[in-house]
Nanobody
Framework: QVQLVESGGGLVQTGGSLRLSCAASGRLFRTNGMGWYRQAPGKQREMVATVPTGGGPSYAGFAKGRFTISRDIPKNMLYLQMDSLNPEDTAVYYC?????????WGQGTQVTVSS
């Protein structure tokens, strides 16, 4: 089993920054990749950024130039640095781990950007 715990969400003003963290634990020895997704009220969950094991990151269009995903493999941590936030970024942000090609999700952390 794999457990993911997100943290770092909160309320921020337009133009502000937040750094999300995801702590992974459990059987991680065949992690194919990790990523961040988000879901706004009334909308489908969408990809924000992903990073495959041994590969480079990929970003959704809205995240390019503003968000940075990083992964600390020895510490089993995943991060998302979010800058220049705007109200459209308001959503619950979820951490994803793909381990042995199975998908595991965290419980999510709320990010609210005020105008």
């Amino acid at each position: 089993q794999v457990q993911l715990v997100e943290s770092g969400g909160g309320l921020v003003q337009t133009g502000g920054s937040l750094r999300l963290s995801c702590a992974a634990s459990g059987r991680l020895f065949r992690t194919n990749g990790m990523g961040w997704y988000r879901q706004a009220p009334g909308k489908q969950r969408e990809m924000v950024a992903t990073v495959p094991t041994g590969g480079g990151p990929s970003y959704a269009g809205f995240a390019k130039g503003r968000f940075t995903i990083s992964r600390d493999i020895p510490k089993n941590m995943l991060y998302l640095q979010m800058d220049s936030l705007n109200p459209e970024d308001t959503a619950v942000y979820y951490c994803l781990a793909i381990v042995n090609y199975e998908h595991y999700w965290g419980q999510g952390t709320q990010v609210t950007v005020s105008s």
